[in-house]
């Protein structure tokens, strides 16, 4: 007998869907939480199931199962424990541990593709057309890839994951690689699929107006109370506001917060770690523990959402030759200029003293120091009149000076 104890993610799932094809009957699947897990895995090790075959995907154990599983495997018993996330890495000092984050190629690591070829590599599964395409589409929706590679069906099938239950989506997927030697989706679920995909817009489109921008240690974070969506609500938000340094999702109803960024030089598994969590570089999670709770949810809750750039402006536009003008809360103008082959900032009227080789250089400072947006022309063309007034009315003492 097998049993499978994996996360209730698609990648997880994937895991699921790919063990109910090598042993039909023969494996007791356990979808868990992060969590979870480590109970399913104590409970296993009380039974002392040596004839059963473990296989954890996924997901890791806490330090008291790791020796627990180490001591069961010397004992005779069989286990392989297979993940791709840096946190579980030192599990590769056991015979029993598989960790893998990337393939020699460069591309990135699933629990789903590493399991799918484990299997294979063992004799106990074939691989089949229609199979591999699903595997590469899980791997690359969990990596993110799909984006990069405009792989849309990736994210379309992670979308039908959570419109049906897992048990519904297992029973799909096994029978249409059993039955299909290509992987597509029937015409009814091409429909929801769409429909879902507006649905998703409109729910993004809503919370953009409602983040937050916070200073958490050394980091600018961008923070949203969302219950759904997180992957594309964090990747839109980060791509709007690429002067956050990652953005963090609190879900009150689950307590718990969900971290993304699409910057390459913030790992947001060492911030989740802060509070007991993990996952990957780019998209991690963890419980809401009274720190997260203080540093996310009461430290931030008086202040106000970020405004957004005006948008329809045809005058004041970024990367201007005549120079663009922000605004803030504090009702503090901020005007980014070019000047002498590099850009500059004025601060109500006051040089910083700061200087940048390029225009988006400049405008993060200012999104970040002072949380300036764009403002409208109307606004930008009194200012320059404005100014130039002021220039008119200076004396001949005043011109020398300057």
């Known amino acids: 007998m097998y049993h499978l104890y994996t996360h209730n993610d698609l990648d997880g799932v994937g895991c699921g869907i790919i063990a109910r094809l090598a042993f039909g009957e023969k494996v007791e699947i356990r979808y868990n939480s992060v969590g979870g897990l480590n109970l399913q895995v104590k409970r296993f090790l009380e039974k002392s199931r040596k004839k059963s075959y473990l296989f954890i995907t996924d997901l890791s154990v806490d330090e008291t199962n790791e020796h627990g599983l180490n001591e069961f495997a010397k004992s005779g018993g069989k286990v392989k424990l297979i993940d791709h996330h840096k946190t579980s890495l030192h599990l590769n000092k056991y015979p029993w541990g ?119 240690d050394d980091h600018h974070v961008g923070i949203v109370h969302a219950e759904s969506y997180h992957s594309e609500l964090g990747n839109d938000l980060g791509k709007e506001n690429p002067h956050l340094d990652y953005i963090a999702i609190m879900n009150m109803g689950g307590k718990k917060i969900s971290f993304r960024t699409i910057h390459d030089h913030i790992d947001v598994s060492e911030i989740a770690g802060l509070y007991g969590g993990g996952g990957h570089a780019k998209a991690s999670g963890c419980s809401m523990t009274e720190e997260a709770y203080q540093w996310y949810v009461a430290k931030p809750f008086p202040m106000e959402p970020i405004r957004s750039d005006a948008n329809k402006n045809t005058f004041n536009t970024k990367n201007s030759v005549y120079g663009s003008l922000y605004e803030n809360r504090n009702e503090q103008q901020v005007f980014i200029f070019p000047s002498g082959g590099r850009w500059e900032v004025d601060v109500d009227g006051v040089e910083s003293n700061q200087h940048f080789s390029t225009f988006e250089e400049a405008e993060r400072y200012v999104k970040r120091e002072y949380a300036a947006w764009l403002v409208r022309d109307e606004t930008y063309v009194s200012f320059l009149m404005e100014h130039m007034a002021a220039r008119k009315t200076k004396t001949p003492e005043d011109s020398s000076v300057i």
């Open 98 to 216: 598989m960790v893998q984050i990337a393939y020699e190629n460069g591309k990135l690591a699933s629990a789903t593709s590493l399991f799918y070829e484990y299997l294979i590599q063992n004799g106990l599964l074939k691989p089949r057309k229609g199979l591999d395409e699903f595997v590469e589409l899980v791997r690359q929706y969990d990596t993110w890839e799909w984006e990069q590679n405009e792989y849309i069906k990736a994210k379309r099938l992670n979308d039908l994951f959570y419109l049906i239950s897992i048990e519904e989506f297992e029973e799909k997927m096994v029978t249409r690689i059993q039955q299909s030697e290509n992987f597509v989706f029937d015409p009814f679920e091409e429909k929801i699929l769409d429909m879902e995909e507006e649905k998703i817009e409109r729910y993004v489109r809503r919370k953009k107006r409602e983040i937050i921008h916070s200073r958490i």
